[in-house]
């Protein structure tokens, strides 16, 4: 039997692709069902919707690459640049989020579990989010006392930037810019993101590394970014 079914389809110019959100509209198309209950069964085991699906694979055909595609080569070139300190999460990733794991030198070794979620907003390309759990106290202080001296080796070495935290996350919103000039970077390169990442898990671990002095410990995460400002010429 054939049937009528509406998908969405994303399209967007090359021209237009700074100045607005990818579009959304709706077709429809004349389909077999027998296409459509295959197309469903391979959009369950891939986690997506039918019409994401449908999309992608039409792009696939003809060509052209969506914002999904393009948001996993990056995520793919990130796994690569960053396997050395992070591992990928087994579950949770997606078009648009990247999901890591890292652990910290303490006592138990506690998780770290990175989120970086992109999509333009407010000037934003997307943003990064550290959760941590742990039902110790006193970890739950260091990790604050942490959180608050990364935000202020940010102001001084960077600049005013959107980070907020609470006890076990921290939320940063991810805005690549020439250090130089303050420019935005408009486009969105792994190698920006997966370097503002390694910055800030390596300055994390280098805290705890040496938590047993505070002074050494402020002064190793501060190296790390100082490291991080210095060899970089886009920062976030």
């Not at 700074?18 to 891939?46: M, N």
């Not at 690459?65 to 992070?86: A, G, I, P, W, Y």
């Not at 039902?135 to 959107?162: C, H, N, P, V």
Request: proline letters at 3%.
């Amino acid at each position: 039997m054939i049937r009528c079914y509406n998908v969405f389809v994303k399209e967007l110019c090359p021209e237009a692709r700074k100045e607005a959100p990818v579009a959304k509209s709706i077709y429809s198309l004349v389909l077999d069902d027998g296409v459509i209950a295959l197309a469903d069964r391979l959009a369950y085991e891939e986690g997506v919707s039918r019409s994401a699906l449908i999309n992608r694979l039409l792009a696939e055909r003809l060509g052209y690459s969506t914002q999904e595609m393009r948001m996993r080569d990056v995520f793919r070139r990130m796994e690569d640049l960053l396997e050395e300190s992070l591992l990928p999460m087994m579950d949770g990733s997606g078009d648009t989020t990247l999901k890591l794991r890292s652990a910290l030198s303490y006592k138990y070794n506690p998780t770290v579990k990175y989120t970086i979620a992109l999509g333009r907003e407010g000037g934003s390309i997307g943003e990064l989010r550290a959760v941590v759990r742990s039902r110790s106290d006193g970890f739950t202080l260091y990790l604050q006392q942490f959180f608050r001296l990364w935000a202020k080796l940010e102001e001084a070495y960077i600049g005013r930037t959107d980070i907020s935290f609470e006890p076990g996350r921290l939320t940063r919103r991810l805005m690549p810019h020439f250090k130089r000039t303050g420019q935005p970077a408009e486009a969105v390169e792994a190698e920006h993101i997966a370097a503002y990442v390694n910055a800030f898990d390596g300055a994390m671990k280098a805290f705890f590394a040496s938590i047993s002095n505070p002074a050494e410990a402020s002064e190793a995460a501060e190296a790390k970014m100082a490291e991080y400002v210095r060899q970089n010429e886009v920062i976030m």
